[in-house]
């Protein structure tokens, strides 16, 4: 496991959870400012002070992070076998990670694969390890074909790996 967490990995974790910059901010006794600048890239030593705190916290919430370019939700056993079976699928999680590594909103999401923005907001109110299941499965299948577009890949039903994406962005700097 990493032992650094970086600004897309906080962004990304702070959102599947549903918390404002303000509740990060709090946890760590800093300035909501402060929280705003990092998941920004727009500080030097905040996460290598903090990080240990970060892990610490996200872990408690199922969110582990293997190495600088993965976000995993990570359940006990005896529920995982409840989950169906990876199924080229995309789950609530990874929809919502997904979204915030691109840091693009619903509206912005659901414009790309011409959709409703209600089908978005739906998907994101289920539970992480729900699959997004719309009436018209294509939803889907365009869904993750825009974040392989943008080199986002999904290994299992709960992980989300974006080295691709990290290598592209920081190219085109």
Do not use: C, W
Not at 2 to 26: C, E, F, M, P, S
Not at 75 to 98: C, H, V
């Amino acid at each position: 496991m990493t032992k650094y967490i970086t600004y897309i990995q906080l962004r990304a974790a702070r959102h599947v959870l549903n918390l404002g910059v303000r509740d990060i901010a709090k946890i760590l006794k800093v300035s909501k400012a402060t929280i705003s600048k990092t998941e920004l890239g727009k500080t030097r030593d905040f996460l290598y002070k903090h990080s240990a705190a970060l892990l610490e916290f996200f872990e408690h919430h199922n969110i582990f992070f293997s190495n600088e370019y993965i976000i995993r939700y990570h359940i006990n056993s005896e529920i995982i076998d409840k989950i169906p079976k990876y199924n080229y699928g995309l789950t609530r999680f990874q929809l919502r990670a997904a979204r915030y590594i691109l840091n693009i909103n619903q509206t912005e999401l659901a414009n790309i694969i011409n959709v409703d923005k209600g089908i978005i907001t739906r998907a994101e109110q289920l539970q992480n390890t729900d699959f997004i299941n719309p009436q018209d499965y294509s939803i889907v299948l365009k869904l993750i074909n825009i974040f392989h577009e943008r080199n986002i890949e999904f290994p299992d039903q709960l992980s989300v790996f974006y080295k691709k994406y990290m290598d592209n962005t920081s190219n085109k700097r």
